[in-house]
Nanobody, 125 residues
Framework: QVQLVESGGGLAQAGGSLRLSCAAS????????MGWFRQAPAKEREFVAS????????YYTDSVKGRFTISRDNAKNTVYLQMNSLKPEDTAVYFC??????????????????WGQGTQVTVSS
């Protein structure tokens, strides 16, 4: 089992940047694929980005391609989401998620078992 704690959220202006972190503890983090999801008010939670446990594969939803970058540091048991060129529509609670998958290069958009509590990101226009 793994515990996940997000940090780094806050207020940014449109066009600005934020970096989210997700610290993992309790299990073999290096063997977990990790993902970021977000949920805006009155909307369903949606997939944002994922990274395989090898770090060799990443996957992004279309709306963040070219602006967001997911990465991981297995030595620090941490996954990051660098968010650049932020837009007001990026405003949401951001969650990290972890899951064990057999394929070391699999970066899924669903099927995660463990979730953090979320961190708020607010982008002003």
């Amino acid at each position: 089992q793994v515990q996940l704690v997000e940090s780094g959220g806050g207020l940014a202006q449109a066009g600005g940047s934020l970096r989210l972190s997700c610290a993992a503890s309790g299990s073999t983090f290096s063997r977990y694929a990790m993902g970021w999801f977000r949920q805006a008010p009155a909307k369903e939670r949606e997939f944002v980005a994922s990274i395989s446990w090898s770090g060799g594969s990443t996957y992004y939803t279309d709306s963040v391609k070219g602006r967001f970058t997911i990465s991981r540091d297995n030595a620090k048991n941490t996954v990051y989401l660098q968010m650049n060129s932020l837009k007001p529509e990026d405003t949401a609670v951001y969650f990290c998620a972890g899951g064990q998958f057999y394929n070391r290069d699999y970066a899924p958009s669903q099927g995660y078992d463990y979730w953090g509590q979320g961190t708020q990101v607010t982008v002003s226009s």
